[in-house]
């Protein structure tokens, strides 16, 4: 086996191993709003708020009063 084929096997199992690390999660507000989620978001940040990105990417920060359910996709 060479250095390029051990690379190889290397990084397929690398990430084979970090896509097994996401958890897709649905954050539901009180007004009924859900997120879905690639991870399970921050818990509650010192200033109140709920910090995760949806699945598109976008950045977004929930007051924590204002979350109903925190829950994993089904």
Do not use: H, W
């Not at 649905?26 to 991870?39: R, W």
């Amino acid at each position: 086996m060479n250095f390029r084929t051990l690379g190889l096997s290397v990084t397929t199992v690398a990430l084979l191993a970090l896509a097994g690390c996401s958890t897709p999660t649905v954050v539901t507000l009180q007004n009924g709003t859900q997120y879905l989620t690639k991870d399970m978001p921050k818990t509650k940040s010192e200033d109140g708020f709920y910090e995760f990105r949806d699945i598109s990417g976008t950045k977004i920060r929930v007051k924590a009063d204002d979350v109903a359910t925190v829950r994993k996709e089904d």
